[in-house]
């Protein structure tokens, strides 16, 4: 039994460990800032007269931005949780931009509703 549990563990991590696949892991945290055109936000304010659109949730994902992952289009930048996630905004950047249009039109109407 014990060789049995033995041979099913190392099999497991040879399948898991050797491909980096980690259960823990979010979804989109595997890009690298070279491949994805990332600029980090000390980066976006160097030589940059880009507006920063302040959005909180990832227009691709919906999950929460990380502060470090951006990319400027049309003079402003946008936050992303991720680098994996700036690809699929450069295909329809558009899209992705209503969408955070729509969320923070939501928010300041909800703030209205609070006052």
């Not at 497991?12 to 994805?36: L, P, Q, R, T, Y």
């Not at 931005?65 to 003079?75: A, H, I, Q, R, W």
Request: aromatic share 6%; net charge neutral.
């Amino acid at each position: 039994m014990i060789n049995k549990m033995k041979i099913i563990l190392i099999a497991m991590v040879a399948i898991f460990g050797v491909n980096g696949v980690s259960f823990a892991m979010s979804g989109c945290d595997m890009g690298s800032k070279s491949e994805s055109g990332q600029t980090s936000a000390q980066d976006a304010g160097k030589g940059s007269s880009a507006t920063n659109v302040g959005n909180k949730a990832c227009p691709i994902s919906g999950d929460a931005v990380d502060g470090n992952t951006t990319y400027e289009y049309k003079g402003k930048t946008y936050n992303f949780c991720c680098p994996m996630c700036i690809p699929e905004f450069k295909k329809n950047p558009e899209k992705y931009i209503a969408k955070i249009e729509q969320v923070a039109g939501s928010e300041h109407s909800m703030q209205e509703a609070k006052n």
